[in-house]
């Protein structure tokens, strides 16, 4: 996959662009990225990139033609979403990274300061991402987010022992909980079940205790979940009232 970022500050991606998975999938050629600056493509000696909005108000609005044109140099095909970071875009999820994630190529924008000229969005945005509801100064955190979540489901990224599949969100659900050595500390254990070595009654426990966190913090997700009759029958033996009462009003 290919990642294009155009921003303001480039420089904000560096850190993170840079290490661990995000360097991997970069070194091992499954993916290549640049972060750009929107400052380049200013036509004037002041290389100027915002004004003030029209109407008048506070803060300043990136300028419609320096943006285009910065989009406009990438060259993106017309498949490629062309996607600005906003906290009026559509929610970010793990359904919208896995159908990033099976796409050659993104261009991402990212907004700063008031937010950029409408124009932009008519004449160059094919897709406006929020990752929460939630301001930032700039997309730049949100880039890196949407980068974060989509490159990691790219296969060969995580390898075979980070598999995706039973992440949180991936089927719906929360993810359960997770132990490891020791067997024993400060006096909690680990669940028998576990160590018992019986693969099919630890995949068993694994789903049941993903729709236990799912149900306890996050019951509306249950709703859209993809159930079996085991899992509806769990759940129904969760909500008799002396099972798992939750300890928050
Ligand atoms: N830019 C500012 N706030 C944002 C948000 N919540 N999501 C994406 N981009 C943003």
New binding site residues.
């Given amino acids: 996959m290919k990642i294009d970022a155009l921003s303001l500050f480039p420089a904000m991606f560096a850190s993170i662009m840079n290490a661990s998975m995000m360097w991997k999938a970069q070194d091992r050629g499954l993916l290549s990225f640049r972060a750009h600056d929107i400052r380049d493509y200013a036509a004037d000696k002041h290389r100027q990139v915002d004004d003030a909005p029209y109407g008048g108000g506070g803060g300043m609005i990136i300028k419609p033609d320096v943006l285009v044109r910065a989009i406009e140099a990438l060259r993106p095909a017309t498949e490629t979403p062309v996607i600005l970071?906003?906290?009026q875009?559509k929610l970010?999820t793990h359904q919208v990274a896995a159908q990033l994630a099976q796409l050659p190529r993104l261009v991402l924008v990212?907004?700063h300061y008031e937010g950029v000229d409408e124009r932009v969005r008519q004449l160059a945005i094919t897709d406006e991402?929020?990752?929460?509801?939630?301001?930032?100064?700039?997309?730049e955190?949100?880039?890196l987010v949407l980068i974060d979540s989509v490159v990691r489901l790219i296969p060969g990224v995580l390898g075979a022992q980070g598999a995706t599949d039973r992440d949180s969100h991936a089927d719906g659900l929360l993810e359960g909980a997770h132990y490891t050595r020791p067997p024993v500390y400060r006096g909690l254990t680990v669940p028998a079940i576990l160590t018992s070595g019986h693969h099919a009654e630890v995949a068993r426990w694994r789903r049941r205790q993903a729709l236990l966190r799912t149900w306890q913090r996050r019951p509306e997700l249950l709703k859209n979940a993809a159930l079996t009759d085991d899992d509806r029958e769990w759940l129904r033996q969760l909500q008799r009232p002396s099972a798992a009462p939750s300890l928050l009003t």
């Fill in positions: 970071l906003s906290p875009g970010l990212c907004g991402i929020s990752i929460g509801d939630y301001v930032l100064t700039g997309g955190l949100a880039a």
